[in-house]
């Protein structure tokens, strides 16, 4: 698969890994006003973990572990490639669901089409906070609260913005990548979601 | 859409549930030995099928889990047509939180072929949480299931009328391609229990 560039815009990767698997959450952030230098990917990297750590792991179960966010110029294939070290677990301390079981939240923007919504799928949800298939409506209010501090242009970090990045459309490789600003994060649904790659056996 | 591709002398049977008001269900075959079939016949395994379930394998499923009926469909022609049922209307016997409907063991069906065909398995919903540790079936809940469908071989010969019902596992495509008529061997038990992981059923979940 040949590299699509999508210039001015940065990969953010959050790693963790739970009962052996990796999951991997990735979110997209275009810098604004000048390119992308290794000195302003890590400080967009450490200020993305520390969100992390404040906001999301909080909430997961402590059968995860953060492992590492790793920072990726997408602009070119040889562009910077930062990281920050993990090593926090989950802050509630009961058992996840399985695995494949994750809570999808949908990044929305001014758009419409696939090309210009996102989506992550949270892992780790702890049983506790599931019945039978429903979310609780405070883990949902939380990450709905959590992920939305990072919509808007340079509210999260100053010279950057949130967005989705779309490499295709209608199944054909874009020449350049596109990026499109994320204006809210929402749930579409109250239920749990699967992640396939993430049960024992498939994947890392 | 799905070639249909029939089974000799056979029929599919449905076990369907309804799991947080989602309608699912898992499928099983049968061949009968002595063709033509009748009437009696196949309401003797609809009801044969339906008492086993409730006897070997309900009973140690959690009560969100409702089944509500088993149904036999002819699988010899096209249209397959409902060729009997039986109400079941019965919980899970276990009172406490189902895992999520996309959460599933999975039993694997042997058969006397090797491992290069496809084989059929199950994907048990509806299994108590607490028997679930992060992504590992507890050794009861495998010691159960495997106990519950090794019993339905012998259960099998002994639906009405005796010794004509076989549960077989069913094989519709080779390499492939649809074949002209399904190749089935009589099941031969799962997998070992130790071997039984978690699966997935994503359609299962509400939408």
Redesign the interface.
């Known amino acids: 698969m040949p590299f699509i560039p999508v210039p001015d815009v940065a990969l953010i990767q959050l790693e963790g890994r739970?009962?052996g698997c990796v999951t991997i959450n990735d979110l997209y952030f275009e810098i604004t006003g000048g390119g992308i230098t290794p000195v302003n990917l890590q400080a967009l990297c450490v200020a993305v973990e520390a969100w992390w750590s404040a906001n999301v792991i909080p909430a997961l179960s402590e059968?995860w572990v953060s492992v590492r966010v790793v920072g990726t110029d997408q602009g070119s294939a040889t562009g910077p490639r930062v990281e920050t070290s993990g090593g926090d677990p989950g802050g509630v301390g009961g058992?996840?669901?399985?695995?494949?079981?994750a809570a999808c939240i949908s990044f929305r923007t001014a758009q419409r089409g696939r090309s210009a919504r996102g989506r992550n799928f949270i892992p780790a949800v702890p049983?506790s906070l599931?019945?039978?298939?429903?979310l609780d409506p405070t883990f949902i209010t939380q990450m709905t609260d959590a992920y939305n501090e990072l919509a808007g242009p340079g509210t999260f970090l100053a010279g950057w913005e949130w967005v989705v990045a779309s490499r295709y459309t209608g199944g054909v490789a874009r020449t350049t990548g596109i990026a499109i600003p994320i204006v809210a994060a929402t749930f579409t649904?109250p239920?749990?979601?699967?992640m396939?790659s993430r049960?024992?056996?498939h994947g890392a | 859409m799905a070639v249909f591709v029939p089974l000799a002398d056979g029929v599919q049977v449905d076990i369907v549930h309804i799991l947080d008001d989602w309608v699912i269900s898992n499928r099983l075959w049968f061949v009968y030995d002595t063709p033509p079939w009748d009437t009696p016949a196949l309401q003797g395994l609809s009801d044969g099928v339906a008492s086993w379930w409730t006897t070997f394998i309900l009973p140690y499923l959690s009560n969100e889990l409702l089944t509500t009926l088993v149904r036999v469909s002819d699988w010899t022609t096209p249209t397959h047509p409902e060729v009997a049922a039986t109400i079941v209307n019965t919980a899970g016997g276990v009172a406490a939180e189902s895992s999520t409907a996309n959460v599933a063991v999975v039993v694997g069906f042997r058969w006397g072929l090797g491992t290069r065909l496809k084989r059929n398995k199950h994907f048990v919903a509806g299994v108590p949480e607490q028997e679930i540790t992060l992504n590992t079936p507890s050794a009861t809940i495998r010691d159960i299931l495997f106990e519950g469908y090794t019993a339905l071989i012998d259960e099998t010969r002994e639906f009405y009328p005796d010794t004509t019902w076989r549960w077989v596992v069913a094989s519709a495509f080779d390499g492939g391609a649809a074949r002209t008529t399904q190749y089935w061997e009589t099941c031969q038990g799962t997998y070992p229990r130790r071997l039984y992981p978690l699966g997935q059923r994503r359609k299962r979940l509400p939408v």
């Open positions: 739970v009962d059968d058992e996840a669901a399985p695995n494949n079981v049983n599931i019945t039978l298939n429903t649904t239920y749990v979601r699967s396939r049960e024992i056996g």
